[in-house]
């Protein structure tokens, strides 16, 4: 992280001659290469500033050679149900129609379903985008199959990088079929992306793409197909350095070790929370990829817990939510990642293993439906103060649930708020416009 505040990185202008910025060259040149490694692919822009970005670039891409190739009438894009929602969002900006395509009971995608819609829209398919491993968390089999089939009808494959950090060094997109992809540098790569930035989104294509990579045309670095996508002709280098750093300090094997644990760590918590939690989706071995996605919904008929009411509780038990009833309704979809300890990790567990016992209680009628721990949380320091306390469980249970917060506790600093009605009842925090007469 240092090295970006150094002046040499932080201080240099976009814009500025060619031999100022040498160096900026040699690291997106050594980046591309480490990148190119690590997907299988033959060329890669770090132009796009973000995943979506990234996602869009892509679909350009390929929008680009059907054109040159006298293919301009290709305009379907094929998209399973359980896409990211960037993908078909992608696709409309790109000026292409989403086809959707159905999953099956395991979340794979339907190959029967998929062979039907490439049927249909034969003369015009374009691509399809499919996240690998998949939003559900697992590794669909017929990855290979899929590509082949949209092959054979003149498509392309999009593989959605958002899950490389599952991939790395095990398994590489450009290999097994896809033919582009966008890679996450502020996930899969190191870059922090808290509040919302910075990001890095860099598009990776096979070898006849690579002509219609985007690019600047003051760079002097890739000059392009489809135009610039970033402002910058570097997109946003100023942060380059730490995928750099990260890629030349972990090593090829240092790499597919991350991938390795993180992968690990998703099956682990799904192993240990099994009996409270089961996973929604998994494959024939019963493992997941990086992510597990834990299935809250039949809380629903026994306690009246959903998933938000869980997702409320682990504050007060010192823990961030995990994704919340995405890409199922009240659900919790858990990834780790590999830079979580065995010892955070468990932390994690114990907490959740708790707030089971916890929705038990209410399952056997000693807190009612709608007065309970999880009904009430995240408990405030203000809330538990006060002098009235009528709930039927004791105030050190909504501050205290496990031993061990005693030590160390992070206190909520803001009670339940109805996420619904804020959603639909906008309010502006903002001076009002009469205060500036």
Same mark, same amino acid.
């Given at each position: 992280m240092i090295p970006i505040t150094w002046p040499e990185f932080a201080h240099i202008h976009p814009f500025a001659p060619h031999d100022q910025l040498l160096?900026?060259?040699?690291?997106? %040149?050594?980046?591309? @290469?480490?990148?190119? %490694?690590?997907?299988?692919?033959?060329?890669?822009?770090? %132009?796009?500033?973000?995943?979506?970005?990234?996602?869009?670039?892509?679909?350009?891409?390929i929008k680009a050679y059907l054109e040159a190739n006298g293919q301009g009438q290709r305009n379907?894009?094929?998209? =399973?149900?359980?896409?990211?929602?960037?993908n078909p969002a992608s696709a409309q900006m790109a000026g292409m129609k989403v086809v959707v395509t159905a999953c099956d009971a395991q979340g794979n995608v339907d190959m029967a379903d998929l062979q039907a819609k490439c049927e249909q829209h034969s003369a015009n398919l374009a691509c399809v985008m499919i996240t690998y491993p998949s939003t559900h968390g697992v590794f669909e089999t017929?990855?290979?199959?899929?590509?082949?089939?949209?092959?054979?009808?003149?498509?392309?494959?999009?593989?959605?990088?958002?899950?490389?950090?599952?991939?790395?060094?095990?398994?590489?997109?450009?290999?097994?079929?896809?033919?582009?992809?966008?890679?996450?540098?502020?996930?899969?790569?190191?870059?922090?992306?808290?509040?919302?930035? =910075?990001?890095?989104?860099?598009?990776?294509?096979?070898? @006849?793409?690579?002509?219609?990579?985007?690019?600047?045309?003051?760079g002097g670095i890739h000059v392009n197909g489809v135009g610039a996508i970033s402002a910058a002709p570097l997109g946003n280098a100023a942060v380059l350095p730490i995928s750099w750093m990260y890629c030349r300090m972990m090593g090829a094997d240092g790499l597919k070790q991350a991938t390795e644990v993180a992968i690990l760590?998703?099956?682990?918590?799904?192993?240990?929370?099994?009996?409270?939690?089961?996973?929604?989706?998994?494959?024939?071995?019963?493992?997941?990829?990086?992510e597990c996605i834990l299935d809250l919904r039949p809380l629903k008929e026994t306690s009246g817990v959903m998933a938000e009411d869980v997702a409320k509780r682990l504050m007060d038990y010192g823990f961030h939510a995990p994704t919340l009833s995405f890409p199922v309704p009240n659900t919790l979809m858990i990834e780790p990642t590999e830079s979580e300890t065995l010892?955070?990790?468990?932390?994690?567990?114990?907490?959740?293993?708790?707030?089971?016992?916890?929705?038990?209680?209410?399952?056997?009628?000693h807190w009612p439906q709608d007065n309970n721990p999880l009904k009430h949380a995240p408990h405030t320091a203000a809330s538990l103060l006060g002098a009235a306390w009528e709930r =039927?469980?004791?105030?050190?249970?909504?501050?205290? =649930?496990?031993?061990?917060?005693? %030590?160390?506790?992070?206190?909520?600093?803001?009670?339940?708020? @109805?996420?619904?009605?804020? @959603?639909?009842?906008?309010?502006?925090?903002?001076?009002p416009v009469e205060h500036y007469a």
């Open positions: 160096g900026y060259a040699e690291l997106d %040149q050594q980046l591309r @290469d480490w990148l190119c %490694q690590a997907t299988g692919y033959a060329g890669i822009s770090l %132009q796009p500033n973000a995943g979506s970005q990234g996602e869009y670039a892509g679909l350009l891409v379907i894009c094929l998209i =399973p149900s359980s896409a990211h929602g960037t017929q990855v290979k199959e899929l590509c082949a089939l949209v092959h054979s009808h003149g498509g392309r494959v999009y593989v959605d990088g958002a899950n490389m950090n599952a991939l790395v060094g095990v398994a590489a997109p450009g290999e097994f079929g896809g033919d582009v992809s966008h890679l996450n540098l502020h996930k899969t790569f190191c870059i922090p992306h808290g509040g919302g930035g =910075p990001g890095v989104g860099p598009v990776c294509v096979v070898a @006849d793409l690579v002509p219609y990579l985007p690019g600047h045309a003051t760590s998703a099956n682990y918590i799904s192993a240990r929370l099994k009996d409270c939690y089961p996973t929604l989706y998994a494959s024939e071995n019963g493992h997941v990829a990086h010892a955070e990790l468990d932390r994690f567990i114990h907490a959740m293993i708790a707030i089971r016992e916890e929705i038990r209680q209410v399952e056997n009628g =039927p469980y004791s105030r050190e249970t909504g501050a205290f =649930p496990l031993a061990s917060l005693k %030590q160390v506790k992070y206190w909520p600093p803001i009670g339940r708020v @109805d996420n619904v009605y804020g @959603d639909r009842n906008l309010s502006c925090s903002c001076v």
